[in-house]
């Protein structure tokens, strides 16, 4: 009951958020007490001559407060309008419940448990969180009989008070192989309810698992968007494409050079209307070693990729995925945004 009164006690602070950004949208006036971010509104667009410029909420993974409000803030202060919104930030918000077990050490565990090499002592901590991940589970089994995915409503009237669209929604392990109908049908939903026009997921081994999903995608009238690594290039997608028009592409431009390919441009050109929304970040070529780079100092062809699809006005998102190192010197909102000013100069030049 103490969980629920807490969940209620956010869901009223979001609805006074709502109503307190539609007043200052129209007085213009900066209220005291006031979440920080909407002071913001209004202030922020990163759609750069007809191009959506956005960012993967996975950028700021190493930020300490995972909640969908921080990380409200943490798009706002990156000068970002729109966004690929990760599971994990929606689910959080809408009460699903938190595992706090460490999975690193209980999967290390585990693995020497298989080997025979478990001490006395790690065989007393793997059991501990033995019985620690069984009491998840049942509180997670709970909850999933009671979720809703209307419920997220009210975490998209909260991003799109503060001015930032969801285009695309990640739902994490919903997705995969192996869930239920109910899980993917669930994850679907919530992501019309946030307003996305796509869910996105690594192209599955599987293609009876692509078939199935672009099956239940046109049920739920939404697109699966096939994201990739260094597995891409031109053709990879062709088989999950011929079996569904629900089936698109959400490809990853670094990755797409780090993997070899020479033909950017000619893939772009080629899939422009299957792509929903493209990953951009800078990676050495294959011939190069493959490192994530700053910006404008790897072999991704990101000022002319922005270019051409500026010239061509596909409608398409480019969405920063922020994964270089971040230097001692600064922070990952700083560098967010000076891949943003790196964008911007390349579509207004």
Not at 10 to 37: D, E, N, Q
Not at 81 to 91: D, H, R, T
Not at 325 to 338: A, C, G, H, Q, R
């Amino acid at each position: 009951m103490k969980k629920n009164k807490n969940i209620l006690t956010r869901r009223s602070f979001v609805g006074k958020t709502i109503t307190l950004a539609a007043g200052l949208s129209l007085t213009g006036r900066k209220l005291w007490g006031s979440p920080t971010y909407i002071p913001n509104l209004l202030k922020h667009n990163s759609n750069f001559n007809g191009v959506q410029l956005g960012v993967i909420t996975y950028s700021y993974r190493a930020m300490k407060d995972q909640s969908a409000e921080a990380t409200l803030q943490y798009i706002l202060d990156s000068g970002i309008n729109a966004i690929e919104l990760m599971g994990g930030v929606a689910e959080s918000f809408v009460g699903k419940p938190e595992n706090k077990i460490n999975r690193r050490i209980y999967s290390r565990l585990k693995r020497k448990e298989k080997k025979k090499e478990l001490s006395r002592d790690e065989k007393k901590e793997l059991a501990d969180l033995h019985l620690q991940q069984a009491s998840y589970e049942k509180e997670l089994d709970n909850w999933q009989k009671y979720r809703n995915a209307e419920d997220f409503k009210k975490l998209r009237d909260m991003y799109n008070s503060a001015g930032v669209d969801i285009y695309g929604f990640k739902p994490d392990y919903l997705l995969r192989k192996g869930n239920s109908d109910a899980n993917i049908n669930y994850a679907m939903q919530a992501a019309k309810v946030l307003g996305a026009s796509h869910v996105t997921i690594e192209l599955p081994e599987d293609s009876n698992h692509s078939l199935r999903l672009g099956k239940l995608a046109e049920k739920n009238g939404i697109k699966v968007a096939y994201h990739g690594h260094t597995q891409q290039h031109i053709n990879w997608w062709n088989t999950a494409l011929e079996q569904s028009e629900s089936n698109v592409l959400n490809p990853d431009l670094g990755h797409y050079i780090a993997a070899g390919n020479t033909d950017t441009f000619e893939f772009i050109e080629k899939f422009n209307k299957k792509i929903y929304s493209m990953h951009i970040k800078d990676r050495k070529s294959l011939a190069n070693g493959q490192d994530n780079m700053p910006f404008g100092m790897g072999d991704t062809p990101i000022t002319e990729t922005l270019q051409l699809m500026r010239n061509n006005k596909y409608t398409f998102p480019a969405t920063v995925e922020y994964e270089y190192k971040t230097p001692e010197d600064s922070t990952i909102i700083n560098e967010i945004k000076k891949c943003v000013e790196y964008c911007k100069n390349a579509l207004e030049s």
